[in-house]
């Protein structure tokens, strides 16, 4: 099985973004991504943000993590 894990991108740049999951923040390729921004939430699996999500998206998201936890 596959998990992605939801994040909020506090910074862009040269193809990478840092980001910030639950309080953890580390950076990740941006590079399948063209237009990301700090604020936007992303969807990270293996070091990658391979999805633009929504915040509402990224909440319900966190909810299952945390429900499988």
Do not use: N, W, Y
């Not at 991108?9 to 950076?27: C, F, H, M, N, P």
């Not at 390729?29 to 936007?40: F, I, K, N, R, Y």
């Amino acid at each position: 099985m596959c998990v992605g894990l939801s994040a909020r991108v506090v910074k862009v740049e040269d193809g990478t973004a840092l980001i910030d999951a639950s309080g953890a923040q580390r950076a990740v390729s941006a590079g399948v991504l063209d237009d990301l921004e700090p604020g936007d939430f992303v969807m990270v699996h293996a070091g990658v943000a391979i999805a633009k999500i929504t915040a509402d998206e990224a909440d319900e998201a966190d909810t299952v993590m945390e429900e499988l936890l």
